[in-house]
């Protein structure tokens, strides 16, 4: 049976009569989370497939409490994710002190839009500093960024993801651009 | 087929993983929300024991007495179960918000939720009685001292002319009082005095201002009913709630009455 084309929900009921249809929603969200969960932490990539096993286990062990109407299913397997990700490294205060920017050209296109403080200098560069700029915000302020501009999540998603309620997220967000704008335009050594 | 996805199915079948069932996950849930049902019924009773001790706190007197009782005004303020009442309402502000959808309200909307439920049903389970009944229950707990034991040892002082108790026994310009500790007590009154005190009843039970004298006796300077507010069981005492001094000079220097007593 082909499953990629299935909804995550589809998904779910299947994998609640064959649990091998769970593989499908370990592959579709195994890259994601991993990307998630370095952008978060700076925790050694041997303990993120740990964060992930994790992760996927509890997912696949709550499947049945999943609501969709309360939320998507990417948003709660995210929530996972930063649950565990949060309890790591509280425990080894693993903050992360870089922020991988990876294949995010549409961050930087995004902020460009934003704010128009690309526009004198070198892309590349300016992701370099803007990734620094990024890891020094305080947590609150990075979280939203991160799941905002990096993983492209809605304001809802972002709500469910964080526990927080949406009027709080376009808040923080907003906050974040304007300390992230300041963090780039100050003299300060990124 | 990756590495994790291998490592994740062998750890599913090795510990023989299933999802849980949802008889589980209701019940997890049900726990859930009795878990902040108990609390919310917590925290009002705690809140009915805060309003319970307010109105029985004898403020309406202390200033009267803070000569002889320099840190009266500490009397009857519900600390613990204001601090009681201050936890548990965080208690179920953390278990709202951990609920799927809590986060979706504003702070400010949950806080004036808990606080609206909280305090309606404070106050119709201190209405009931439960304020009273908590607060007479605590006192089994070691230090504790209920609000009615306080404000008997409060106006157990004859010595000061403070005292409170039962009214045995009535004539003209006197009657008998019973204190708390079975002691009696000749209190004398002034004219002004008469038309409250002979329409109480015996068994009445009142507070007394007044001045000591030899021979058990007391001149009285002010009488008020026994303060009891949200009890189980209403308590018999005389109507008048105002505090009426007598006008006399050995009133006002019993008292040392900020003003002047206009005679």
């Known amino acids: 049976m082909e499953y990629e084309h299935y909804t995550d929900e589809e998904l779910i009921e299947h994998t609640l009569e064959n649990k091998e249809v769970f593989r499908y929603i370990i592959t579709r969200y ?61 425990r080894r205060s693993a903050r992360p002190e870089y922020l991988c920017l990876d294949d995010n050209e549409s961050l930087l296109e995004t902020l460009r839009a934003d704010d128009d403080v690309l526009q004198e200098v070198e ?23 991160i799941l905002s501009y990096f993983e492209e999540k809605s304001y809802k998603d972002i709500s469910d993801i964080l526990k927080i309620p949406m009027g709080t997220v376009a808040t923080k967000l907003n906050r974040a651009k304007q300390k992230l704008k300041q963090l780039l335009e100050s003299n300060t050594k990124l | 087929m990756t590495r994790l996805e291998d490592t994740i199915f062998n750890t599913i079948d090795d510990k023989k993983i299933e999802p849980y069932s949802r008889s589980l996950i209701l019940l997890r849930r049900l726990v859930f929300w009795t878990l902040i049902t108990f609390s919310i019924i917590l925290g009002a009773l705690s809140f009915a024991t805060v309003l319970y001790i307010s109105a029985n706190n004898q403020w309406d007197t202390l200033a009267f007495m803070a000569e002889h009782r320099p840190f009266a005004f500490l009397h009857g303020l519900p600390f613990l179960w204001l601090l009681f009442t201050a936890i548990l309402m965080y208690g179920i502000y953390k278990e709202i918000r951990s609920t799927k959808t809590g986060h979706h309200y504003e702070f400010i909307t949950v806080v004036i939720v808990i606080l609206a439920t909280t305090g309606v049903l404070g106050f119709a389970l201190y209405s009931a009685g439960f304020g009273h009944r908590v607060d007479q229950f605590s006192g089994y707990l070691p230090g504790y001292r209920p609000i009615e034991i306080k404000n ?54 009142v507070r007394i201002l007044g001045v000591p004298y030899e021979d058990q006796e007391i001149h009285l300077c002010a009488v008020m009913p026994w303060q009891a507010k949200g009890t189980v069981r209403p308590i018999q005492t005389i109507g008048e709630r105002k505090v009426e001094f007598v006008r006399s000079n050995e009133c006002e220097a019993q008292f040392k009455l900020r003003r002047p007593l206009q005679h």
């Open chain 2, 152 to 205: 008997r040892e409060l106006w157990t002082h004859p010595e000061h002319g403070i005292i409170a108790g039962y009214i045995i026994a009535t004539s003209s310009n006197a009657f008998i009082l019973e204190d708390f500790k079975n002691a009696t007590w000749t209190i004398v009154y002034a004219t002004s005095h008469a038309p409250i005190i002979e329409n109480a009843r015996l068994q009445d039970q």
């Open chain 1, 30 to 90: 195994e890259g994601k989370l991993r990307r998630y969960v370095r952008r978060i932490t700076s925790v050694p990539e041997q303990d993120i497939d740990d964060i992930l096993q994790e992760v996927f286990i509890k997912a696949y062990k709550n499947l049945r409490d999943f609501d969709s109407e309360v939320g998507t299913f990417s948003a709660w397997i995210y929530r996972i994710a930063y649950n565990n990700t949060v309890s790591v490294f509280r």
């Open chain 1, 123 to 145: 892309a590349r560069e300016f992701a370099e500093r803007l990734a620094r700029a990024i890891a020094r915000l305080p947590s609150a302020y990075r979280d939203v960024i």
